[in-house]
């Protein structure tokens, strides 16, 4: 008994957050540096070289090791850094990329589904359709079978935007309110 | 009416950069520079457009922007989402071969697409997207 409240009067003694906080603070150093603003634009320019890269060569295999080392970075570095920039994943971007090809491509009717999703780089037909509903809303065949919408007239850079495949389906996205 | 498109504003970073592509690189005319505060207003244009010019500006030069709004801006033209513009020629394969022997950052090699026009595009300096149309 003695002993218990001997201790009880020392820990009573103790700043009252004592326990709650580590016992050394401020010993940790940050894993990560942060860089200066300039150096931040410049990985940022790194990154949007590797996301020119990937609309470039959509159609081919996508090797994030590959663009990782052409961008002097490791592929995972590289992908949480694009993804912090650009809201998706290297993969998910060619992918999104891809099928945005897809459907201009099945807009002109003249490709059966099969062919259009060798054609823009797809390896499999499964992931293909799965992907493409999942972002378009609707399967390719059907999508196909709907043909052109009314995009014929408007500037090809609006058209391009207007029927990019809405990624927010699959990732919610914030938007800021407007007032 | 008799209203014609005159000026359009890209920003660029480092002026002589862009001076070098816009100028040397796509053969614009340099017809204005305008220089203040060691910040650098470019005006240039193809000489057979006198009346159309692209004005190379500092990037968030104007007033009433926040620090937070200028590093939107600095971070959105690193990441080449901010500005773009639409050239045309008549010889896109010749000025693609020009451009990537520049070392331009090329975004798309000349392709025909769905929406009708054969076209290419490039990344000048500042990562502004630069696309170009085919003329038939």
Redesign the interface.
């Known amino acids: 008994m003695r002993a218990v409240s001997r201790w009880a009067a020392i820990l009573n003694r103790l700043p009252a957050g004592c326990w709650a906080t580590p016992v050394r603070r401020g010993t940790i150093a940050p894993v990560t540096s942060r860089s200066t603003?300039a150096q931040?634009?410049?990985d940022?320019?790194r990154?949007?070289?590797v996301?020119?890269r990937i609309?470039?060569d959509y159609a081919q295999p996508l090797d994030v090791e590959a663009l990782a080392r052409g961008a002097n970075m490791s592929a995972g570095h590289l992908s949480r850094q694009f993804r912090l920039?650009?809201g998706e994943s290297p993969y998910s971007y060619l992918m999104t990329r891809r099928i945005e090809r897809a459907m201009?491509?099945l807009?002109?009717g003249d490709l059966s589904v099969t062919d259009v999703c060798f054609e823009v780089g797809c390896a499999s037909l499964g992931t293909f359709t799965t992907r493409f509903t999942e972002l378009v809303g609707m399967p390719p065949g059907a999508y196909r079978r709907q043909g052109a919408p009314e995009?014929a007239g408007i500037p090809?850079?609006v058209?391009?935007q207007v029927t990019r495949p809405i990624r927010n389906r699959e990732a919610p996205v914030t938007d800021p309110p407007l007032d | 009416m008799d209203i014609s498109i005159h000026t359009t504003f890209l920003p660029h970073t480092d002026p002589g950069a862009s001076l070098a592509f816009y100028r040397d690189t796509l053969g614009f005319e340099v017809r204005k520079d305008v220089e203040y505060n060691g910040m650098h207003w470019i005006t240039v244009g193809p000489a057979g457009q006198p009346g159309t010019s692209i004005v190379l500006t500092p990037p968030a030069a104007a007033p009433g922007l926040t620090d937070d709004e200028r590093r939107t801006i600095a971070e959105m033209m690193a990441k080449g989402t901010y500005a773009m513009i639409i050239l045309a020629t008549a010889d896109l394969d010749r000025t693609f071969e020009r451009l990537q022997a520049s070392g331009a950052d090329v975004i798309q090699e000349p392709t025909q697409q769905p929406y009708g026009v054969r076209d290419c595009a490039f990344r000048d300096p500042a990562g502004n997207h630069i696309r170009i149309n085919e003329l038939r």
């Open positions: 603003p931040h634009l410049r940022l320019a990154l949007r070289r996301r020119d609309d470039r920039a650009y201009a491509l807009r002109r995009t090809p850079c058209s391009r």
